[in-house]
């Protein structure tokens, strides 16, 4: 397969749940799905899956999880039935090998995952898999898993990564528009104009990039890395989504290909 056919990589922010029922983002999400080729399946690694080890879920029909509280009733009702794919799950096992690879059958879609394919994919028809982070990793490891996954993308499976750049729930403002924190703002724009540079070496330890990434930086930074290490050099970056809701949590998302 040529590379004009290869799938690109997404990562999304996907913010508060809230955002599964609608709105702007929602609508930015829908609009990267409905300019990509169509995948086969997808391979989605959310920030609210990290173990201390790699796994991938393996079931045939994964569940919907609200691993979530305090939010509608409407949040909890969605459900996201999209299939697994367990020839996929081998596939990204037999792909990092020799690193060991659990097949997980208990897991499902998170949040993380199924708020956002709910506007990508809405007749959730397309066979997803879920990969856990290891927590128990450096972020230069999680990048390089994310390059050996990259032959997924010659074989139609979109590597869609969702999390935050900028993370700080103790931090957000819990009202409507309100305006960003100086040091997420300061955080997100950094980051923004490394995926811009292409300065991975940067964002694999983005504490090289200012004093704010204390503050900014947890696990849902790291769905980005394996997005990143999944790219190529030269590839079109394009970004969307590209501001700070609550305050504190970057909806940055960024498509490579």
């Known amino acids: 397969m040529n590379n004009t056919s290869r799938m690109p990589v997404v990562f999304v922010g996907h913010g508060t749940p809230m955002n599964a029922l609608g709105g702007p983002n929602a609508e930015a999400w829908g609009g990267v799905a409905a300019g990509l080729p169509r995948p086969k399946a ?32 409407a949040l909890f009702d969605m459900r996201y039935p999209a299939p697994g794919d ?15 690879v659990r097949a997980d059958q208990d897991w499902g879609l998170d949040h993380g995952a199924w708020s956002v394919l709910a506007h990508m994919y809405p007749d959730a028809d397309v066979p997803v898999v879920q990969l856990a982070m290891d927590l128990s990793q450096p972020m230069s490891a999680l990048y390089d898993i994310g390059r050996r996954l990259a032959p997924l993308r010659d074989e139609g499976v979109l590597i869609l990564g969702s999390g935050d750049v900028v993370h700080n729930l103790r931090a957000a ?5 309100a305006a960003p924190l100086a040091w997420a703002q300061r955080f997100h724009d950094a980051v923004r104009g490394r ?35 999944a790219s190529e050099p030269g590839e079109p970056v394009t970004l969307f989504n590209d501001h700070i809701d609550l305050g504190a949590i970057s909806m940055l998302g960024v498509k490579i290909g």
């Open 42 to 73: 997808i391979l989605a690694i959310s920030a609210h899956w990290g173990l201390s080890e790699t796994a991938v879920t393996a079931m045939s029909a994964p569940k919907t999880i609200h691993d979530f509280g305090g939010f509608p009733q």
């Open 86 to 100: 367990t020839a996929l799950a081998a596939r990204a096992a037999d792909l990092l090998a020799p690193l060991a």
């Open 173 to 177: 403002v819990r009202a409507e528009n």
């Open 195 to 229: 995926l811009s540079a292409w300065d991975h070496a940067a964002l694999i330890d983005p504490r090289g990039l200012g004093p704010e990434a204390e503050m900014a930086v947890d696990e849902h930074y790291l769905p980005l890395l394996y997005v990143l290490g």
